[in-house]
């Protein structure tokens, strides 16, 4: 029997036990699994997922609200200081430095906050809620795996929805997709440069092509849409990338 959704906290507990089961036949170890039995369940998580109101702007007032001016001056300027880590991202990945710290800057503020919610709490609780269970699944099973090798804990703390990091990864995808950049022989998304490797081999293997534009009409614009599925914010990052790449 597979798990039974729910959309308060109610059941939650024997969600997250009936849960313990699909996790530990897809491969979920014992740390991943003690992380699950101690999570809890997030009412601010539930109140962020049906708030979602940003992506309804038009671009202009997107762009505003999401302080775009700021990020490309602040984009241009961490790219004139670090040309070489770039230029290396773009040699290995096929990524231009622009869409990087376009993404950065949109979803971090460049690192400056990085979320104070729950990872794991986060994503189970979205993986219980009736309304995008199946899409959330996957990535609860990712963020227990995540805990199997170490790469987080029950406690890391990341934004509303269970995203974590610098440019903010659902655990599926940094477990799918990490790369230790910094050598240091663990993936780790709260450090700059395997986070950044981590974005940019997303989409490398999202179907980004070295040497093609990424604006709207362009090849790699529909890679964006990988990254998030909102228009709108396609749009700003592509648009904030030319900006920052010059």
Known sequence: MAAKCGNTSNGFEAWKASFAKEAQ??????????????????SATISADRN???????????????????????????????PKFYQSLEKAY???????????????????????????????????????????????????????????????????HGELGHTQFLPGNAYKYGVDAS???RVDLYNLADA???TANFLRKKGWKPGKGYQQGE?????????????????????MAAKIDG
Request: charged share 20%.
């Open 25 to 42: 036949k897809a491969g979920v170890g014992k740390r991943g699994l003690q992380a699950l039995a101690a999570a809890k369940y997030s």
């Open 52 to 82: 979602q109101k940003s992506f309804r702007y038009s671009l202009s007032k997107f762009m505003q609200i999401r302080g775009s001016a700021t990020i490309e001056a602040q984009g241009r300027n961490r790219l004139a200081k670090n």
């Open 94 to 160: 096929g990524v231009p430095a622009g869409v990087l710290l376009a993404i950065h800057g949109m979803e971090t503020g460049f690192g400056g906050f990085m979320g104070n919610t729950p990872v794991v709490s986060a994503i189970t609780t979205l993986a219980f809620d009736c309304r995008r269970s199946d899409f959330f699944k996957p990535h609860a099973i990712g963020a227990l795996k995540l805990v199997d090798q170490g790469t987080i804990t029950g406690n890391t703390r990341g934004a509303k």
């Open 183 to 185: 050598g240091d022989g």
């Open 196 to 198: 950044m490797a981590t």
């Open 219 to 239: 090849p790699n614009f529909r890679v964006i849409k990988e990254w998030n599925a909102a228009t709108v914010y396609q749009q700003a990052i592509a648009i």
